[in-house]
């Protein structure tokens, strides 16, 4: 069962709901932003300019959470996120090379 901040654990991961929040072309661009950064990269979702409502914003980054493809840090007034690079890949081995391929 997720904690109480919606973050799955690796076995909790499930493919169906990875795959439903990578379904979403805003969300898979964010992931890819997350792929070209440094691994452990930390970044505010404004980064990522997806020129959307803090509310959508908001909405997109609490289904990558949820799905477990994210990590996000509360830090009272805003919050920072990163991907969970290495436990995406032991759990479903190459699909985020898959994300990052399909913008070649």
């Not at 904690?3 to 654990?9: A, F, L, Q, R, V």
């Not at 799905?67 to 032991?90: C, K, M």
């Amino acid at each position: 069962m997720p904690d109480e901040s919606g973050h799955p654990t690796v076995d909790e991961m499930r493919l169906g709901a990875v795959l439903s929040a990578l379904a979403e072309q805003k969300r898979r661009y964010v992931v890819r932003e997350f792929l070209k950064m440094e691994k452990g990269a930390e970044c505010h979702c404004s980064a990522f300019k997806l020129k959307l409502s803090k509310a959508a914003t908001s909405h997109h980054f609490r289904v990558l959470r949820e799905a477990g493809l994210i990590w996000q840090t509360d830090l009272g007034n805003r919050s920072v996120a990163h991907l969970r690079y290495e436990e995406v890949e032991h759990r479903f081995p190459g699909l985020l090379a898959l994300v990052l391929k399909e913008a070649e």
